[in-house]
């Protein structure tokens, strides 16, 4: 299966960590933060992928965000 070039990042379907950092199911990522292609590619190709090719913008899924954005209880 041949790379798309339209798609720059990869959207997280198993969490896994890269550099250390740990991922969300639903995050998305940036192609060049692996290494190599290579690295990328085996989460993308493997049974059943862990990631899979996207064009949406880089970032935390929508939920954790909204939990990021929510206030403590009483504040204003």
């Known amino acids: 299966m041949a790379e798309d070039k339209e798609m720059k990042n990869l959207e997280v379907l ?5 550099k250390g950092r740990a991922t969300q199911k639903g995050e998305v990522i940036a192609k060049t933060e692996f290494n190599n292609k290579g ?6 190709h493997m049974t059943p992928p862990r990631a899979k090719e996207t064009d949406a913008n880089v970032g935390k ?4 965000a909204k939990k990021a ?3 403590l209880p009483g504040a204003e």
């Open 14 to 18: 198993v969490p896994f960590r890269i």
């Open 39 to 44: 690295d990328w590619q085996n989460l993308v």
């Open 61 to 64: 899924p929508a939920s954790a």
């Open 69 to 71: 954005d929510a206030k």
